[in-house]
Nanobody
Framework: VQLQASGGGLVQAGTSLRLSCAAS????????VGWFRQAPGKEREFVAA????????YDGDSVKGRFTISRDNPKNTVYLQMNSLKPEDTAVYYC????????????????WGQGTLVTVSS
């Protein structure tokens, strides 16, 4: 599975962005997809994940209620809708895929996209 993340950019605090993760190669069936982010000087952290059937999990309080993950299986694409963006959301955002069950741990994912930069100005 090859993953291509896109949709990042420079935005002001309080606005929205939608990131996309397009998969190609083998079938997307039965893959969970997660979004992670990595700010400068920090470790990669979990943001959200979605199962093949649409079940979702989110990071604790940092994004829940503001970010929504979804997927369009016929299009082999997973989205991360980010609303009410804050400067602390600034990071490179990565999508990743693994078979079946989602995970919060980056090491559990087998395939990674190249990342897309989100910069939120105050």
């Amino acid at each position: 599975v090859q993953l291509q993340a896109s949709g990042g950019g420079l935005v002001q605090a309080g606005t929205s962005l939608r990131l996309s993760c397009a998969a190609s190669g083998r079938t997307f069936n039965n893959y969970a997809v997660g979004w992670f982010r990595q700010a400068p000087g920090k470790e990669r952290e979990f943001v959200a994940a979605v199962t093949w059937t649409g079940g979702t999990i989110y990071d604790g309080d940092s994004v829940k209620g503001r970010f929504t993950i979804s997927r369009d299986n016929p299009k082999n694409t997973v989205y991360l809708q980010m609303n009410s963006l804050k400067p602390e959301d600034t990071a490179v955002y990565y999508c990743a895929a693994k078979r079946f069950i989602f995970s919060r741990r980056p090491g559990d994912y087998d395939y990674w996209g190249q990342g897309t930069l989100v910069t939120v100005s105050s």
